[in-house]
């Protein structure tokens, strides 16, 4: 798989019917490693090792209904009181992250309502800060620490 631009973690793998799979630590299960996937990881143990977060507010693919269409985030990092602190949309390295990127995470979250959004697709990390009541978003050169 490609390098990508985290620091280098340890991985578990397996082969299963030809596909390789890694070893989710959120999910608790391994999964089949797609590139996306890969980006996914790198970012779950980036919370975990850089910045600290509990795997227990963590949360990996969860469906979601917007507009009466089901649709599922990548990864939802929870305050301890149940409010939703970053929403973040991994994509494919291949994958490069556009308006429309940010225009998926934005509908995602007027329902979510994350205080922090993060759309990375592994090379490139773009982090903001939510302001509802200017309804505007501003640009940050990372995600917040967790601090609690």
Known sequence: MLQLNFPAYEFRFKNSENKVQIFDVIRKKFVVLQPEEWVR?????????????????????????????????????????????????????????????????????????????????????FYCKMDFEKEKYTFLKDIPDFNR
């Open 41 to 125: 990881q790198h970012l779950v143990h980036y919370l975990i090792f850089e910045k600290k977060y509990p795997k227990s507010l963590i949360n990996v693919e969860k469906q979601l209904e917007i507009n009466g269409l089901k649709k599922r985030y990548d990864i939802v990092v929870f305050n301890s009181d149940g409010s939703i602190e970053i929403l973040v949309e991994c994509k494919a390295p291949k994958i490069s992250i556009s308006q429309t990127t940010f225009n998926q995470i934005a509908r995602y979250n007027m329902n979510l309502k994350a205080n922090h959004l993060m759309v990375t697709n592994g090379l490139e990390h």
